[in-house]
DNA sequence: CTGAATTTTTAACATATGTAAAAGGAATTG
DNA sequence: CAATTCCTTTTACATATGTTAAAAATTCAG
């Protein structure tokens, strides 16, 4: 296998030893598409049926409070991005997710994948890893907006993923954080 | 089966169908235990490998943050309760559950579980079901805490989860809210 | 390259929430 | 039942963050 996906399967075995059958099985339902900068990946409404990997570029979730944006999550190289309460709940997504550069992704039905999981076992404890990892980094998130001021979260974010930081709009990243866009450019100024 | 696992047994099949063979098999690893109020299920500092689930009573999860406790997690009947940045990172936990009532729980061995996984399929997909709701629980919480107001936070808890602010101290309520007992205090008294 | 659009910063003011201390209530224990 | 401890509310004040508007800086499109 030389294709454009050898690099996010090389990142997947690190979690989870895969066969080579689970990987010509898994390779036949993934799909690769490209987003133009600022394009829409999914919108909002539908109900969440595919999972995707960012390949390369970044994308984000983000949702509508109020008339204004609120961004939930980036992803980059070979990260999962997918609406998971969406996904688990079989209800339509309040959420959309978007291409913040031009990026490439691969996407794979979820039916499909079930499907694979009777016959690929293997497949179906990557996933679950996966998701397990998601789970542990919004509980991390969640502790940090719980209990840290704004200033505080922002610092960590620029120890903890400087790449987010440096590659987003700041009014994508304040939202992210929880705080407007100006309480962030308040506090990168308080810290220069 | 007539023990007192039988209702959390009927718990799980309302999210997997479950073979007799598998509750015969999980019944075995379960180990039921009584705690009194305010009693330490498990400590800060070990490495969690051990699920639990509340039979009755209730439990929450707890850390501290600059010597104060912030409480993360309310589990009351059949709900699972694990520390799952530990469990599923193999990382020392920094948090603590505890016994907020007399209450009974069982707990069974991570190790035990995912040995039986390796058979039984049917709890390993009734298990990360379990995980993926909890994960979309998480979710909604962040997206609260995120972009809601201290009060609309208060005003949701009451609707979605009155058994909270009914049967558990508000010391405890106000941290997993984000917010101090005063502000909450401060927040009950200009609701009413 | 230039003008327009977008993004970021700054300013001034409003408000929600934090902090500390004390008082009032409720629950627990001997 | 009394006494102690714990929990909740109240008060007064401090501060972080929100809001709105405008200015400055950066990016984008023709």
Redo the contacts with the bound molecule.
């Keep these: 296998m030389k294709s454009i996906l050898f690099p996010l399967f090389e990142a997947f075995k690190k979690i989870q030893s895969i066969s080579l059958d689970s990987i010509g099985e898994l390779e036949r339902l993934c799909e690769v598409k490209s987003y133009s900068?600022n394009g829409e990946i999914q919108g909002i409404g539908a109900t969440c049926r595919t999972i995707y990997f960012v390949l390369s570029g970044v994308a984000r979730i983000y949702y509508l409070k109020d008339g204004t944006e609120v961004t939930e999550y980036f992803a980059f190289e070979n990260d999962l991005i997918v609406r998971a309460e969406s996904l688990f709940t079989n209800t339509p997504s309040k959420k959309a997710i978007q291409a913040l550069e031009d990026s490439v992704l691969v996407s794979i039905s979820s039916e499909a994948l079930y499907g694979l999981f009777e016959k690929q076992h293997d497949l179906e404890r990557l996933f679950n890893r996966l998701v397990q990892n998601s789970y542990v980094e919004t509980l991390r998130r969640l502790e940090n907006i719980q209990f840290l001021?704004?200033?505080e979260r922002y610092q960590k974010l620029l120890e903890e993923h400087p790449e987010i930081v440096q590659k987003i709009?700041?009014?994508y990243v304040a939202s992210f954080l929880?705080?407007?866009?100006?309480?962030?450019?308040?506090?990168?100024?308080s810290i220069r």
Tied chains: 1, 2.
């Design positions: 900068k001021t704004a200033e709009p700041l009014k929880g705080i407007t866009q100006v309480s962030l450019s308040r506090i990168r100024a």
